[in-house]
């Protein structure tokens, strides 16, 4: 009799925890919910506008279609992974790495290869060209031979006062 | 009246093309009374489009409706500053006012080296005027400002200057109102900012020209356009700034910056010029790079035609764009035209462009400023293909992409940490070599101070990685630029026993370009600063409110008290009375406000509201409303650091007017000292 009450008690909190979690499931997210998953997708027809900041009718809806998702349950991936489905990259704000897409992320990784490779290539010819040390002009102090900067800093104000005062 | 506008738009094009023809010729033949016509035709033209430039305002400001740009860009009561600055809100009229600035330009280059250069001048007269006569092409053949209203003979609404056959004119009674994005201050002042820069950069392209032409390549041109190069790069870095601001304050994303394209097409130039200004220090002092400043040069003037043919064309997508028109293919005609002849002439003197030096050593400034060059131009290469490429895809796959933010940030964010870096290495690094004591010694507090903030940062609650690395970046950059004010004050102060406030006013007095150029630098540190607190600190919230009720971000407060209908003269303004508190503790209110225009209803715009402060701005904007303010929907920002950005664009200007500032080289005052007071020159 006793197992029996304690049964019935457990199956009424298991049902009550089951009501509770899914009423809370079913709770309407808030702005702030919405806006974490908008924040992350871009208005595919505006250029340059984040989904959460913009006003078109097809962007109010798409937030309401991340509304309805967050009810169900669904996570952001989730959710941006329908949209990507629906619109395309477009959405992400940003190409994928693949296909002719591909280009927009290697070219700047390139461009820096190339210049950078360019400067290692001028530093090096330049510097094995160089056969007879350059007179330092005026304006051009070889360090090496100066002690400390402090010392090179006050003999060019004391060249500086002497030239002009 | 406008007629008249219309004939010294014609007669400014064809005077133009006599000068560029009587500038060669005299070049050619030898002749000073042609090249002085030449010179005069600058003058002149001036004068016919500073006429034509003032009758369209004068159309503007009386509400000549009769004139479609008049008709589509104001209306009767839309305020006078508006009427005013509805000049550059339209395709048309922007050109008319970007003639009428590259006319004041050339009008103030001609006459300040009016004595300098005369071999060369003609050719500079001639790319001048070859710039403005394309402008005035633009206006004469694709858009006209002065085109009329009329009504044709089949009822049909047409433009033109002159009326079509049948055709009868019409006059509107009022006109359809200027886009209500334009009706702000900062973008008032905005496109000024952006079309000096732009124009500005004209006058260095047509030295450097010049300077191919006639082989006379040393560092004369180099010198004498420095300051012409700074000032238009400091109007660029103006402009690009305020419309930052406007960003800022009108578009209401609680960010200041979206890589959209008409931005990047006006920061594509910033970063070459930027570069320009840098590496032609290595050609004066060591006579180095001057293919590669030839090369800078070039890109930079060009890019600032690409930039406008991106916003013009209709090639790229922005918010900002202007209405497709046929100035599309005029633009790229005079870009490709342009392009090629700069580099034939470039290859033409290649043998003339030789180094006078070499790099010493790879631990030199020569070479971190090399390093820093190329940043710059990877940076601009990575925008310039985001910016396009939506274009390239559509026009390869048949599919546009979308690059927004994310894309520029990731690429373009390490590249910048990387120049910061540099910015900061620079300086610190000697001309030719360094020795390895000197890099102990000047490395050695500046990467202390590096280090010593990212414990500070944690202590401060900072958990962001990318904040750690930037904001540490920025102590390393700022230590090394007290750390060269300090030695240069002490050593002032050991030679000359001045006083400290007197030795720092004389060390910079003295040494403008370089002390200058350090203000420079710190300006773009807090200008960093605010980006890297907006990006990286953010807080943000939204919530729909009735009258009484709250909603907190961060430490704020924001209590949503009443919504009023106040009206304007063009439209009327919805405020949302909102109570601030930080912490509990009454700060004052916050008005966000929406607008709605009457001649544009459909498009209410946003006013934030904003209570700006040295740790953070308050960003609050005004989302939607019901039943007049029953509810209403708020999105709250608190972005940290952001005034530090502003206060760094007006510390930019400091420094580039201490860098720019004309000052007696020694040899001109030693001059001046021995010529006995009274003394006349010998005519």
């Known amino acids: ?165 | 009246m406008t007629d008249l506008g219309f004939i010294a738009l014609v007669l400014a094009f064809v005077i133009s093309l006599y000068g560029i023809a009587v500038s060669l010729i005299g070049a050619r033949r030898n002749l000073p009374e042609l090249v002085a016509s030449g010179r005069n035709a600058i003058y002149v033209v001036s004068g016919l489009v500073a006429i034509a430039a003032l009758l369209m305002w004068r159309a503007l400001l009386t509400s000549e409706f009769q004139l479609e740009f008049v008709y589509s860009h104001t209306e009767r009561n839309l305020p006078t500053l508006y009427k005013f600055s509805a000049l550059w809100g339209g395709q048309a009229g922007s050109l008319l006012f970007w003639t009428l600035l590259a006319c004041i330009l050339a009008t103030s280059a001609t006459w300040f080296f009016r004595q300098q250069q005369p071999s060369q001048k003609p050719y500079i007269n001639s790319v001048l005027l070859l710039y403005i006569g394309f402008f005035l092409s633009l206006l004469l053949f694709a858009e006209n400002p002065f085109s009329r209203l009329w009504r044709s003979a089949t009822g049909e609404v047409i433009t033109g200057v002159f009326p079509p056959t049948g055709a009868t004119a019409i006059v509107p009674s009022d006109g359809q109102g200027l886009n209500p994005q334009l009706q702000n201050y900062w973008m008032v002042l905005h496109p000024i900012g952006l079309y000096l820069g732009f124009v500005g950069m004209t006058v260095p392209f047509a030295f450097a020209v010049a300077a191919l032409i006639t082989g006379q390549l040393g560092n004369a041109w180099i010198k004498m356009i420095r300051k012409w190069t700074l000032v238009p790069w400091l109007f660029l870095s103006i402009g690009i700034l305020l419309g930052s601001q406007w960003a800022y304050i009108e578009l209401g994303w609680g960010g200041y910056w979206a890589w959209d394209p008409v931005e990047n097409a006006s920061f594509l130039p910033w970063l070459t010029g930027t570069a320009f200004i840098h590496s032609i220090m290595i050609q004066e002092r060591r006579g180095m790079l001057k293919v590669w400043n030839m090369v800078l040069i070039w890109l930079t003037w060009e890019l600032t035609l690409i930039g406008t043919f991106l916003t013009r064309s209709g090639v790229v997508q922005s918010v900002h764009s202007f209405a497709l028109s046929a100035v599309g293919p005029m633009f790229a005609a005079f870009i490709i035209a342009t392009m090629l002849g700069f580099l034939a002439l470039l290859i033409w003197r290649l043998p003339l462009l030789k180094s006078e030096n070499q790099l010493d050593a790879v631990l030199s400034r020569e070479t971190s400023f090399l390093t820093q060059n190329v940043v710059f131009v990877v940076i601009m290469a990575a925008t310039f293909l985001g910016t396009i490429f939506p274009s390239i895809s559509e026009l390869v796959m048949g599919d546009k992409v979308s690059l927004n933010a994310p894309y520029f940030n990731r690429v373009n964010g390490p590249i910048f940490l990387a120049l910061l870096v540099l910015m900061g290495a620079a300086p610190l690094l000697a001309w030719r070599r360094s020795a390895p004591e000197t890099l102990r010694k000047n490395f050695l507090a500046p990467i202390i101070a590096a280090l010593v903030s990212v414990p500070l940062l944690f202590a401060l609650g900072n958990r962001s990685v990318a904040g750690f690395v930037g904001i540490a970046a920025l102590f390393f950059v700022f230590a090394g630029i007290v750390q060269e004010y300090v030695r240069g004050v002490r050593a002032r102060r050991q030679a000359t026993h001045e006083t400290l406030p007197v030795a720092l006013a004389n060390l910079v007095r003295r040494n403008g370009r370089r002390y200058g150029g350090y203000i420079v630098h710190v300006s773009i540190l807090l200008i960093a600063l605010g980006i890297i607190g907006n990006e990286f600190y953010q807080s943000e919230g939204q919530a729909n409110l009735a009258p009484g009720e709250s909603v907190t971000v961060a430490n704020y407060t924001l209590t949503y008290r009443t919504l009023d209908a106040v009206r304007g003269p063009n439209y009327t303004e919805f405020r949302a009375v909102m109570d601030v508190a930080r912490n509990g503790r009454p700060l004052g209110q916050i008005i966000p406000t929406k607008n709605v225009y009457n001649k544009n209803s459909e498009q209410p715009m946003t006013e934030v509201g904003l209570r700006p402060g040295p740790i953070e701005d308050v960003y609050v904007v005004l989302a939607g409303f019901d039943n007049m303010g029953a509810t209403a929907s708020f999105k709250v920002y608190v972005n940290p650091l952001m005034s530090w950005m502003w206060a760094g664009s007006l510390l930019l200007i400091v420094g580039v007017l201490v860098s720019a500032w004309p000052r007696r080289s020694p040899a001109t005052a030693e001059a001046a000292r021995r010529v006995p007071s009274g003394a006349q020159p010998i005519a």
């Not at chain 1, 461009?111 to 490779?117: E, N």
């Open chain 1, 1 to 165: 009799m006793r197992s029996r009450l304690l049964l019935h008690v457990v199956i009424l909190a298991v049902f009550g925890l089951l009501m509770t979690t899914s009423a809370a499931l079913a709770q309407t997210p808030t702005p702030n919910e919405i806006n974490d998953v908008a924040r992350e997708l871009w208005c595919p027809l505006c250029n340059g506008v984040r989904l959460d900041n913009c006003d078109l009718q097809a962007c109010i809806q798409m937030r309401e279609v991340i509304s309805e998702k967050l009810t169900e349950g669904e996570s952001k991936g989730q959710i941006k992974a329908y949209f990507v489905a629906q619109y395309g990259d477009v959405v992400l704000g940003q190409p994928s790495g693949e296909g002719f897409n591909l280009i927009a992320w290697v070219f700047p990784i390139l461009a820096a290869v190339i210049g950078l490779g360019w400067l290692a290539y001028l530093v090096l010819t330049w510097r094995k060209r160089q056969v007879a040390p350059v007179s330092a002009g005026p304006d051009a102090p070889a360090d090496a031979t100066q002690p400390a900067a402090d010392d090179d800093y006050l003999r060019r104000v004391e060249r500086d006062l002497k030239q002009r005062d």
